[in-house]
Protein backbone atom coordinates (compact mmCIF):
# COMPACT_ATOMS: atom_id res chain seq x y z
CA UNK A 1 0.00 0.00 0.00
CA UNK A 2 1.38 3.26 -0.91
CA UNK A 3 0.56 6.19 1.66
CA UNK A 4 0.60 9.89 0.53
CA UNK A 5 0.36 12.76 2.81
CA UNK A 6 0.07 16.38 2.43
CA UNK A 7 -0.20 19.45 4.80
CA UNK A 8 1.10 20.95 8.46
CA UNK A 9 2.67 17.92 10.26
CA UNK A 10 0.92 19.69 13.04
CA UNK A 11 -2.74 19.75 12.01
CA UNK A 12 -5.54 16.93 12.34
CA UNK A 13 -5.23 14.11 10.75
CA UNK A 14 -8.05 13.54 8.03
CA UNK A 15 -7.85 9.60 5.95
CA UNK A 16 -9.24 9.96 2.49
CA UNK A 17 -9.63 6.34 0.87
CA UNK A 18 -10.64 6.09 -2.96
CA UNK A 19 -13.31 4.37 -4.54
CA UNK A 20 -13.13 1.06 -6.77
CA UNK A 21 -10.19 1.59 -8.99
CA UNK A 22 -9.89 4.64 -8.58
CA UNK A 23 -6.82 6.50 -9.16
CA UNK A 24 -5.50 8.09 -5.68
CA UNK A 25 -4.31 10.98 -7.57
CA UNK A 26 -7.48 12.41 -8.11
CA UNK A 27 -8.53 11.81 -5.22
CA UNK A 28 -6.20 14.55 -4.15
CA UNK A 29 -7.03 16.71 -7.45
CA UNK A 30 -10.67 16.98 -6.18
CA UNK A 31 -10.05 17.96 -2.46
CA UNK A 32 -6.14 18.74 -1.93
CA UNK A 33 -7.57 21.67 -0.61
CA UNK A 34 -8.69 20.60 2.97
CA UNK A 35 -4.67 20.38 3.30
CA UNK A 36 -4.65 24.20 4.18
CA UNK A 37 -6.34 22.93 7.94
CA UNK A 38 -6.13 19.14 8.02
CA UNK A 39 -2.92 16.97 7.57
CA UNK A 40 -4.04 14.66 4.25
CA UNK A 41 -3.46 10.97 4.47
CA UNK A 42 -4.19 9.33 1.19
CA UNK A 43 -3.85 5.42 0.73
CA UNK A 44 -3.23 4.03 -2.74
CA UNK A 45 -5.28 0.31 -2.31
CA UNK A 46 -2.22 -2.30 -2.99
CA UNK A 47 -2.87 -3.01 -6.83
CA UNK A 48 -3.76 0.27 -8.19
CA UNK A 49 -0.98 2.52 -8.11
CA UNK A 50 2.24 2.39 -10.41
CA UNK A 51 4.81 -0.21 -9.44
CA UNK A 52 2.24 -1.92 -6.54
CA UNK A 53 1.68 -5.49 -5.80
CA UNK A 54 -1.67 -7.15 -6.46
CA UNK A 55 -4.63 -6.86 -4.62
CA UNK A 56 -5.20 -8.40 -1.63
CA UNK A 57 -8.32 -8.52 0.60
CA UNK A 58 -10.16 -5.89 1.94
CA UNK A 59 -8.72 -7.06 6.02
CA UNK A 60 -5.45 -6.33 4.60
CA UNK A 61 -5.78 -3.21 3.37
CA UNK A 62 -7.46 -2.18 6.78
CA UNK A 63 -4.15 -3.95 8.29
CA UNK A 64 -1.74 -1.80 6.70
CA UNK A 65 -4.12 0.98 7.41
CA UNK A 66 -3.91 0.28 10.66
CA UNK A 67 -0.01 -0.05 10.85
CA UNK A 68 0.70 3.17 9.35
CA UNK A 69 -2.09 5.19 11.49
CA UNK A 70 -0.22 3.92 14.45
CA UNK A 71 2.66 4.20 13.42
CA UNK A 72 2.79 7.90 12.23
CA UNK A 73 -0.60 9.80 14.22
CA UNK A 74 -0.52 7.71 17.20
CA UNK A 75 -3.25 5.71 16.25
CA UNK A 76 -5.91 8.34 15.74
CA UNK A 77 -7.51 10.31 13.22
CA UNK A 78 -10.07 12.84 13.68
CA UNK A 79 -11.71 12.42 10.25
CA UNK A 80 -12.02 9.75 7.55
CA UNK A 81 -13.84 10.36 4.14
CA UNK A 82 -14.57 7.51 1.93
CA UNK A 83 -16.51 7.73 -1.30
CA UNK A 84 -17.71 4.50 -2.98
CA UNK A 85 -15.59 1.54 -1.96
CA UNK A 86 -13.67 3.51 0.46
CA UNK A 87 -16.94 3.56 2.28
CA UNK A 88 -16.61 0.02 1.97
CA UNK A 89 -13.06 -0.13 3.77
CA UNK A 90 -14.58 2.66 6.16
CA UNK A 91 -16.69 0.00 7.15
CA UNK A 92 -13.92 -2.82 7.27
CA UNK A 93 -11.69 -0.19 9.60
CA UNK A 94 -14.52 0.11 12.10
CA UNK A 95 -15.38 -3.10 12.24
CA UNK A 96 -12.07 -4.08 12.75
CA UNK A 97 -12.01 -1.19 15.40
CA UNK A 98 -8.02 -0.67 15.77
CA UNK A 99 -7.77 2.45 15.24
CA UNK A 100 -9.39 5.82 16.73
CA UNK A 101 -11.59 7.67 13.87
CA UNK A 102 -13.80 10.64 15.54
CA UNK A 103 -16.06 11.41 12.39
CA UNK A 104 -15.84 8.88 9.41
CA UNK A 105 -17.93 10.24 6.25
CA UNK A 106 -19.24 7.05 3.85
CA UNK A 107 -20.36 8.70 0.72
CA UNK A 108 -22.15 5.93 -1.32
CA UNK A 109 -21.02 3.25 0.47
CA UNK A 110 -21.83 -0.18 -1.34
CA UNK A 111 -21.97 -2.87 0.95
CA UNK A 112 -24.62 -4.36 0.11
CA UNK A 113 -23.88 -8.07 -0.66
CA UNK A 114 -24.48 -8.35 -4.47
CA UNK A 115 -23.42 -11.94 -5.06
CA UNK A 116 -20.31 -13.57 -6.85
CA UNK A 117 -22.28 -13.77 -10.05
CA UNK A 118 -22.11 -10.20 -10.28
CA UNK A 119 -18.95 -9.56 -9.15
CA UNK A 120 -17.82 -11.49 -11.87
CA UNK A 121 -19.79 -10.12 -14.89
CA UNK A 122 -18.73 -6.70 -13.56
CA UNK A 123 -15.25 -7.23 -13.78
CA UNK A 124 -15.08 -9.00 -17.24
CA UNK A 125 -16.71 -5.74 -18.55
CA UNK A 126 -13.89 -3.56 -16.29
CA UNK A 127 -11.50 -5.95 -17.54
CA UNK A 128 -12.80 -5.02 -21.35
CA UNK A 129 -12.55 -1.42 -20.46
CA UNK A 130 -9.22 -1.89 -19.42
CA UNK A 131 -7.70 -3.81 -21.87
CA UNK A 132 -9.31 -2.31 -24.66
CA UNK A 133 -10.84 0.99 -23.63
CA UNK A 134 -14.63 0.29 -24.95
CA UNK A 135 -16.87 -0.91 -22.70
CA UNK A 136 -19.65 -3.00 -23.54
CA UNK A 137 -23.46 -2.16 -23.72
CA UNK A 138 -24.16 -3.68 -20.44
CA UNK A 139 -22.43 -0.80 -18.66
CA UNK A 140 -25.64 1.13 -19.16
CA UNK A 141 -27.41 -1.07 -17.06
CA UNK A 142 -25.26 -0.84 -13.84
CA UNK A 143 -24.81 3.04 -14.73
CA UNK A 144 -28.61 3.03 -14.30
CA UNK A 145 -28.24 0.91 -11.18
CA UNK A 146 -25.81 3.44 -9.76
CA UNK A 147 -27.89 6.58 -10.55
CA UNK A 148 -26.31 7.75 -13.61
CA UNK A 149 -26.77 8.50 -16.99
CA UNK A 150 -24.41 7.81 -20.51
CA UNK A 151 -23.27 11.17 -20.13
CA UNK A 152 -21.87 10.36 -16.44
CA UNK A 153 -19.29 8.00 -18.17
CA UNK A 154 -16.58 10.55 -17.98
CA UNK A 155 -16.54 9.94 -14.38
CA UNK A 156 -14.78 6.86 -15.42
CA UNK A 157 -11.42 8.96 -16.59
CA UNK A 158 -10.84 9.09 -12.47
CA UNK A 159 -10.15 5.20 -12.77
CA UNK A 160 -6.43 3.96 -12.63
CA UNK A 161 -6.17 1.69 -16.11
CA UNK A 162 -2.35 -0.13 -15.13
CA UNK A 163 -3.66 -2.73 -12.37
CA UNK A 164 -3.08 -5.92 -13.54
CA UNK A 165 -6.18 -8.31 -14.23
CA UNK A 166 -5.72 -10.50 -10.86
CA UNK A 167 -6.02 -7.66 -8.78
CA UNK A 168 -9.02 -6.36 -10.91
CA UNK A 169 -10.57 -9.47 -10.07
CA UNK A 170 -9.82 -9.85 -6.88
CA UNK A 171 -10.88 -6.36 -5.77
CA UNK A 172 -13.99 -6.85 -7.69
CA UNK A 173 -15.12 -10.24 -6.27
CA UNK A 174 -13.99 -9.23 -2.94
CA UNK A 175 -16.60 -5.73 -2.97
CA UNK A 176 -19.54 -7.29 -4.59
CA UNK A 177 -18.99 -10.17 -1.76
CA UNK A 178 -18.56 -8.52 1.09
CA UNK A 179 -20.97 -8.39 4.78
CA UNK A 180 -21.16 -6.58 7.28
CA UNK A 181 -20.21 -8.02 10.29
CA UNK A 182 -22.11 -7.32 13.63
CA UNK A 183 -18.33 -6.51 15.26
CA UNK A 184 -19.12 -2.74 13.99
CA UNK A 185 -21.75 -2.59 16.60
CA UNK A 186 -18.49 -1.94 19.47
CA UNK A 187 -17.05 1.11 17.42
CA UNK A 188 -18.26 4.32 19.32
CA UNK A 189 -17.03 6.58 15.84
CA UNK A 190 -19.58 9.22 14.56
CA UNK A 191 -20.90 7.73 11.26
CA UNK A 192 -22.50 10.05 8.63
CA UNK A 193 -24.08 8.03 6.00
CA UNK A 194 -24.33 10.10 2.56
CA UNK A 195 -25.75 8.96 -0.71
CA UNK A 196 -27.60 10.25 -3.42
CA UNK A 197 -31.86 9.07 -3.62
CA UNK A 198 -30.85 7.27 -6.87
CA UNK A 199 -28.66 4.91 -5.55
CA UNK A 200 -30.78 1.78 -4.67
CA UNK A 201 -27.44 -0.41 -3.26
CA UNK A 202 -26.01 2.20 -1.13
CA UNK A 203 -30.08 2.97 0.63
CA UNK A 204 -29.85 -0.81 0.79
CA UNK A 205 -26.00 -0.07 2.55
CA UNK A 206 -27.26 2.32 4.69
CA UNK A 207 -30.02 0.04 5.82
CA UNK A 208 -27.83 -2.74 6.62
CA UNK A 209 -25.15 -0.51 9.17
CA UNK A 210 -27.77 1.40 10.64
CA UNK A 211 -28.97 -1.93 12.50
CA UNK A 212 -25.24 -1.89 13.92
CA UNK A 213 -24.09 1.27 14.19
CA UNK A 214 -23.83 3.29 17.37
CA UNK A 215 -23.69 6.56 16.67
CA UNK A 216 -24.71 7.50 13.26
CA UNK A 217 -26.29 10.65 10.99
CA UNK A 218 -28.01 9.34 7.06
CA UNK A 219 -28.67 12.30 4.86
CA UNK A 220 -29.83 11.51 1.47
CA UNK A 221 -29.68 14.14 -1.51
CA UNK A 222 -32.08 14.45 -3.37
CA UNK A 223 -31.30 13.85 -7.11
CA UNK A 224 -28.21 12.37 -6.86
CA UNK A 225 -26.38 9.39 -8.29
CA UNK A 226 -23.14 7.24 -7.24
CA UNK A 227 -20.04 9.77 -6.88
CA UNK A 228 -21.72 12.95 -7.97
CA UNK A 229 -21.55 14.98 -5.15
CA UNK A 230 -18.27 14.57 -5.09
CA UNK A 231 -17.27 14.42 -8.68
CA UNK A 232 -19.77 17.54 -9.65
CA UNK A 233 -20.30 19.47 -6.98
CA UNK A 234 -16.64 19.15 -5.65
CA UNK A 235 -16.66 22.63 -3.27
CA UNK A 236 -19.85 22.16 -1.79
CA UNK A 237 -18.64 18.14 -0.69
CA UNK A 238 -14.76 19.45 -0.11
CA UNK A 239 -16.52 22.44 2.30
CA UNK A 240 -19.50 20.12 3.96
CA UNK A 241 -16.47 16.91 4.87
CA UNK A 242 -14.52 20.24 6.31
CA UNK A 243 -17.88 21.06 8.28
CA UNK A 244 -18.56 17.50 9.22
CA UNK A 245 -14.99 16.74 10.67
CA UNK A 246 -14.30 19.84 12.45
CA UNK A 247 -17.72 19.95 14.52
CA UNK A 248 -16.58 16.17 15.54
CA UNK A 249 -13.37 16.94 16.61
CA UNK A 250 -12.72 16.13 20.23
Request: glycine share 10%; with cysteine.
Amino acid sequence: MLFNEYGREDAPALLLLHGMMQDWRSVYALLGALESDFRLIIPAQDGFYDGSKDFTTFADQARQIEEYIKANHGGRVCGAYGVSQGGLMLTELLTRNNIVIDTAIMDGCYVAHQGKTAGKITYKMFLKFKNTGKFPPLIMLMMKLMGLKEEDLGMMDSLYMGCSDESLKRNFLENYTYRTRPEISRSKTKVCLWCGSKEPYALRSHKELKQYLQNFEEEIMPGYGHGEFLMKHTDECRKKIHYTVAAGMH
